[in-house]
């Protein structure tokens, strides 16, 4: 069964420290998301991505964060200059839009691990 | 506003027993509906999914789930539970139109232990 990867599985960084969280979609999904889930707390969408171009953006997606498709098999979340909020598993996930009902289902990774100190 | 909620934090049931796991959601027009489960270490898995039709919907492992508009409901069942449904299990909603829009909004998650 197709799968969404993400690497790395846990990765720890000192505040202020870029980040670059990896992705590898399924092969034929068109859009791409990133949510994440600070421990014991909901899991949250962060942004949607369609088409090269950012489709939707919650509160939490500020300027610290980015995303980019810098080929055609991975999809990043940067972000810029970590603060100790940022700790959290962050999952990547891709669909297609469903023929028959024209809803998107969304396959999601394993999750990154991010441990900011 | 738009929200999910699971009452239920933790719940432990005997193997063998059924399971009912609540969501109750806050919408503005008909959503898509959607149970997840994440196992230690894992990612989120798809049980099952409501878009429109038939109420009841089965899903994968033997789990199903009833939508139940009057009372904003998709609470989630198994008639018979087996130490591997140990997870926890989170309710979603989104947009019920098709695009690129995957805003999907989770529950707080329910935690299943389940006894011998």
């Known amino acids: 069964e197709p799968e969404v990867t993400q690497t790395p599985s846990h990765q720890v960084t000192q505040m202020g420290q870029e980040v670059i969280l990896r992705c590898v979609p399924i092969s034929n999904h068109l859009y791409f998301y990133w949510y994440r889930q600070i421990l014991g707390q909901k899991v949250e969408f962060l942004v949607s991505?369609?088409?090269?171009?950012?489709?939707?953006k919650s509160e939490i997606f500020d300027d610290q964060f980015s995303v980019e498709r810098p080929d055609g098999s991975n999809f990043t979340l940067k972000i810029r200059s970590t603060k100790l909020e940022d700790s959290a598993m962050y999952f990547c996930?891709?669909?297609?839009?469903?023929?028959?009902?024209?809803?998107?289902?969304?396959?999601f990774g394993a999750g990154s691990r991010l441990t900011v100190l | 506003a738009q929200s999910v909620t699971q009452p239920d934090i933790h719940i432990t049931v005997s193997e063998g027993a059924s399971l009912e796991l609540r969501c109750n959601y806050s919408y503005g027009a008909t959503p898509y509906l959607f149970w997840y489960v994440q196992s230690p270490g894992q990612g989120l898995q798809l049980l099952l999914k409501?878009?429109?039709?038939?109420?009841l919907v089965q899903g994968i492992k033997g789990f199903e789930a009833e939508f139940k508009r009057s009372q904003s409901s998709f609470n989630l069942r198994k008639p018979s539970v087996h130490w591997s449904d140990a997870a926890e299990y989170f309710c979603a909603v989104g947009p019920n139109y098709g695009g690129s829009q995957g805003n999907l909004i989770f529950g707080k998650g329910t935690k299943l232990s389940v006894k011998p």
């Open positions: 991505f369609y088409n090269n171009e950012i489709s939707e």
């Open positions: 409501y878009f429109s039709g038939d109420t």
């Open positions: 996930a891709s669909s297609e839009i469903s023929r028959a009902s024209g809803a998107n289902v969304l396959t």
